[in-house]
């Protein structure tokens, strides 16, 4: 019943032109560094009418009459902040990115894959864009290229590494996603890697924590063993997300931070664990980390005697 009345909205949406958009263009229009033709954008108009206004709204602005009550709510298109984009966080995304999330939509949200004709897409993403005004003074980031995979044929030597990485060297669940091994194990992986005795740990490790955005709403970092990976639960696209960084929100871009071999292990990582999603094996790792043994942190070194004054 909920899908025929999705089915009945997005029929709606797809037989009214919209009404509060952009006026009609009668001039080419420069987005990201491209002279784009007014018919294009017109014909963008078209298509975005029928595919993205009953969520996104006429004006672009994530109202539209189907977007009450959803949750994440449809993106503000105004904004020019776009989340899972194979450039540096931040900066704006190639048309590739538009693409991709098009057709393959975003899980886990009301974004669904839209098959959007081949002669259609390229007018579609020219007029979104023409929402945000960013498009007219800036252009699209540098790509980041996915490197050859150097774990191949090597995975638990993958997710040795990047259990470490992810809990010692990045220190993801230091204040963003829950932690995925004992204490005992962050503070050995911590010293580990980076030298540190690891004196203390946030109470709640084992929760995502809230963090501000860019979007107007407070984000909480998914639970890889728990929430569907929004930008796609591949290898590839786990790789994306952990490189490129996730625009408007506090996960920063890790290319060029990590090394090569250290991203992909941590790819390999967050793959192993968002597999466990629904499995007996998350709620195994659940119980583990519930009854843990008790873990201090090492007293702190004795002070050095400063010796006569």
Request: glycine letters at 10%; one cysteine or more.
């Amino acid at each position: 019943m909920r899908r025929v009345v999705w089915l009945l909205v997005l029929g709606l949406g797809a037989c009214a032109r919209a009404t509060g958009g952009p006026p009609p263009f009668t001039a080419p229009l420069t987005l990201g560094g491209r002279v784009v033709p007014a018919a294009a954008l017109e014909r963008g108009r078209d298509v975005y009418t029928q595919y993205c206004r009953p969520c996104h709204g006429d004006a672009g602005d994530g109202k539209g009459t189907a977007a009450a009550g959803l949750m994440p709510p449809p993106r503000d298109l105004r904004l020019g902040a776009y989340k899972f984009a194979a450039v540096p966080a931040g900066q704006l995304p190639r048309d590739a990115d538009f693409a991709r999330t098009i057709r393959q939509g975003l899980p886990g949200t009301a974004m669904q894959a839209w098959q959007v004709p081949d002669t259609q897409l390229d007018d579609l993403i020219q007029y979104v864009k023409s929402f945000a005004p960013r498009w007219r003074s800036e252009t699209a980031g540098d790509p980041i290229v996915t490197t050859p995979d150097p774990w191949v044929g090597r995975r638990a030597d993958a997710l040795a590494r990047g259990a470490r990485v992810y809990h010692g060297l990045a220190q993801c669940a230091v204040a963003c996603h829950p932690a995925y091994v004992t204490r005992a194990e962050i503070a050995a992986f911590t010293k580990e890697l980076t030298g540190i005795e690891l004196r203390e740990l946030r109470p709640d490790v084992y929760q995502p924590v809230p963090k501000e955005s860019d979007y107007g709403v407070k984000i909480l970092p998914p639970d890889f063993t728990f929430d569907r990976l929004r930008g796609g639960d591949g290898l590839p696209d786990i790789y994306r997300a952990i490189a490129s960084g996730i625009g408007g929100t506090a996960m920063p871009t890790w290319k060029n931070v990590l090394p090569e071999a250290d991203l992909w292990a941590l790819t390999h990582y967050v793959k192993s664990l968002a597999d466990l999603r629904d499995t007996p094996g998350a709620r195994a790792l659940a119980r583990r980390l519930r009854d843990q043994p008790a873990w201090s942190p090492p007293p702190p070194p004795p002070a050095a005697d400063a010796g006569p004054s």
